[in-house]
Each structure stands twice: as C-alpha cells, then as structure tokens.
C-alpha cells in the first residue's frame, strides 16, 4: 500500500474522530448549561390535542422534557393521574406544557363557555401572544383590562376596564404557498380572545389590533376603576 494511500485513510480517520470529538463536545456543554440551570422534569403535548378530549385518551399524546426551573409553567401537572376523569377545555399544542387549568370535569363544563353577553354589545376577537394573555391563563367568564401601547408617540395606556371574555381559543397561523394554496395551521404561542364590548368600544378593539400592540390583564369585575395616564418613555427613564 503507497504512502499515499495510507496518508489518505489516516486522515479519513482522523476527520471523523475528531467529528465525534466535537459532537460529544457539543452534547457534553448542553449537559451543563442545563446543569447550571437547574432543569426540571415537565409533561408536554407531543402531538396535538382537540379540545373534549378525556385525559384517558391522552397517553399517545404526551411525554416528558426537562426544562431550565424558570421555564416551567406554574400549576404544571407531574402526571395524568392528578387530572383523571377530566377533558380538556381548550386545544393542546406540541411542546406546551401540561398545566391542570386546561383541564376539567365534564360535569363543571355543563354550561360551561355560555357566557352572557350584555344585550347590545358586540364580539371581538383578537389574536395575542400568550405573553400577552395572562400567559394564556384566561377562560370565558373572565374580565381583563385592555392596555394598548403605541410607537409614536411610544406610550402606553390602560384604555378599557373589566372587559367580558366571551370565548379563549388556540391561536392560527395562515401560509400561502406558491401556487396560492391557503393553509391554516394551529400556533403554540398564540391565543384568540374573543371580547364582548359596546359598539364604541369595539372600534377600539379592532384599531388597536390593526396598528398598535395589547396586553390583557386579568382583572377582576370588583375590582377597583383605575383612571390612570398614559406612561411615556420620560416616565420610564425617572
């Protein structure tokens, strides 16, 4: 066998060894940046889950990941044993994590979701970021405050109070693909929030869905009437 040959099957070797090297490298540093981040062991959605659907039925459809200790979501469930007995009350997503607020009897839904409206009050439906959404903890029956923050002037205002939550659904995402087929597909971050508002107030609503940015408080209907300012970047600069 010419020298060659032998150089070149050395450095065959060599380029491999030094390619496990690395990944083993590369797994090692993520064992210990999750180490130094104290991970946490959470259930999470595999594959997505229909709103109705009995705990029973879920098994295929969970598992679990470890998680840095200031991403686990507070109310997380450990197992499906502490929720037997209930459906879920809204869509699960792949990667969300299992929290017992998403869950209930089928006995406390009788009736569940038939939220009065006021008579004349017209339904809204915008679409957040859970971040924005109580961290996607807020059911029908609620009342939130409606806070809109604009770019210019950059300021941001408390502008409706104890606003009726009629309907909390998981978030789309729409994509056109190049023959312009149209294809909807369910967002993990996202929820819709439907609203229940008069007439002038719906305005609002639909403006600042379509130019600014929301956040939703959840805020209790006893709760006391605020009648703040806008805040303005001097306000955050004191």
């Not at 039925?57 to 209930?86: H, K, N, R, Y």
């Not at 009065?116 to 439906?125: D, L, S």
Request: proline share 7%; aromatic share 4%.
């Amino acid at each position: 066998m010419s020298r060659r040959l032998i150089a070149a099957l050395a450095a065959v070797v060599l380029a491999a060894l030094a390619a496990v090297l690395v990944i083993s490298y590369v797994n090692q540093a993520d064992d210990r940046a999750m180490a130094d981040m104290s991970p946490e062991t959470v259930m999470v959605v595999t594959e997505a889950v229909p709103e109705g659907t009995p705990v029973e039925e879920m098994g295929e459809f969970v598992g679990t990941d470890e998680v840095p200790s200031a991403a686990v979501v507070p109310a997380g469930i450990g197992s499906l044993e502490e929720v037997a007995g209930q459906v879920t009350i809204a869509p699960l997503y792949p990667g969300e994590q299992l929290v017992a607020e998403r869950f209930a009897s089928p006995e406390d839904l009788e009736g569940a979701g038939e939220v009065e409206i006021p008579q004349g009050f017209h339904e809204i439906t915008v679409q957040l970021p859970t971040t924005r959404v109580v961290g996607g903890h807020l059911n029908p029956g609620d009342t939130v405050g409606f806070f809109v923050s604009l770019t210019e002037p950059q300021e941001t205002q408390l502008t409706l109070q104890k606003v009726l939550v009629t309907r909390v659904q998981g978030g789309v995402t729409e994509t056109v693909e190049e023959d312009g087929t149209e294809t909807t597909t369910p967002a993990a971050d996202t929820l819709m929030v439907t609203l229940a508002v008069e007439a002038t107030d719906a305005k609002i609503v639909a403006h600042a869905a379509e130019f600014h940015g929301i956040w939703l408080s959840l805020e209790p209907e006893d709760g006391p009437e605020d009648d703040t300012d806008p805040v303005e970047v001097q306000d955050m600069l004191r």
